[in-house]
């Protein structure tokens, strides 16, 4: 846990997943106060009522807004920006409005850090910045541009600007897991796009270990990355099966708008200039400037050869290791019970 005694922390997007998450980690620690903006009124006033906690603020606003972003920054010492638009086929049929909140709103949420002296702010990302094929995806690769170029004029001393990119979250916002629940339990066949897909695994405590360990180790421009299992999604759909004892059948509905067969995690290029911290790849920010005079004559010699970190060439999970991982989760083991 990076310290965060007598703080003050602000998550953009507090009212979604990750935010009620990171909120269970920290409670018990000794900080000063907790922010949670976001737009959506009546999420913050369920949140209010559940928590009950006078340390835990609520700030109505949105990303887009720069100046109610600076409204909730001031004093603020450590930011979580998770504010985002996460849904695939939305942002494909809307791309305006995921350029608006992912690029955008990155950017105020960025400067506004900066402008207040915050000490650090890590930028929430997704596997669908890595070669992106989707409007989400190349928002996100963009946010993670916006992030880096801020750091490029700021020192170690000033506000520490990271990144962090994971896969697919377990049980959160659009996770297929409460969906293909709800199948089981209606009688109603599991529709998967394609069974052969393949996604990554991390439930979301480790996203908010992940978070957590970019707060602690981050320099500026880092991106983070947790590495992660795999499954194919029909696998993922039996695992289901077999914990709900159903026979319901499973039904491949096609891929949607905008996704992949598998999703990458970690570029070749980014894994040459990576860190392996164990349970984490730290890849640096790409320190070169604007002079590519030298570039012309001066190349890099090493020959090295990878592949990029994919949920194709994780490791990769079979039904029984998949169904040992949903019953560590809390939302599954509840719908088992009810």
Known sequence: MTNIKGKTILITGGTGSFGHELLRTILDQDFKEVRIFSRDELKQEHMRIELNNPRVKFYIGDVRERNSVDQAMKGVDLVFHAAALKQVPSCEFFPMQAVMTNIFGSHNVVESAIAHKAESVVCLGTDKAAYPINAMGMTKALMEKVAQAACRGLKETDTRVCTVRYGNVMCSRGSVIPLFIKQIKERKPITVTEPTMTRFLLPLPEAIKLVLFAFKHG??????????????????????????????????????????????????????????????????????????????????????????????????????????????????TAELKA
Not at 252 to 278: C, Q, S, W
Not at 301 to 327: A, G
């Open 219 to 332: 320099r500026q421009g880092d991106l983070f990355i947790r590495k992660s299992p795999a499954c194919t999604v029909g696998d993922l759909a039996e695992a289901l099966k077999q914990l709900f004892k159903s026979d319901v059948p499973v039904k491949p509905i096609g891929i949607r708008h905008g996704e992949k067969i598998y999703e990458t995690l970690v570029t070749v290029e980014e894994l040459r200039r990576a860190e392996d911290m164990g349970n984490y790849y730290r890849v640096r920010m790409d320190g070169r400037d604007l002079n590519y005079n030298k570039y012309f004559t001066e190349g890099d010699k090493k020959e090295i050869l990878l592949e990029d970190y994919t949920s194709h060439n994780t490791e990769r999970l079979n039904v029984k290791q998949v169904k040992d991982l949903l019953l560590k989760l809390p939302e599954v």
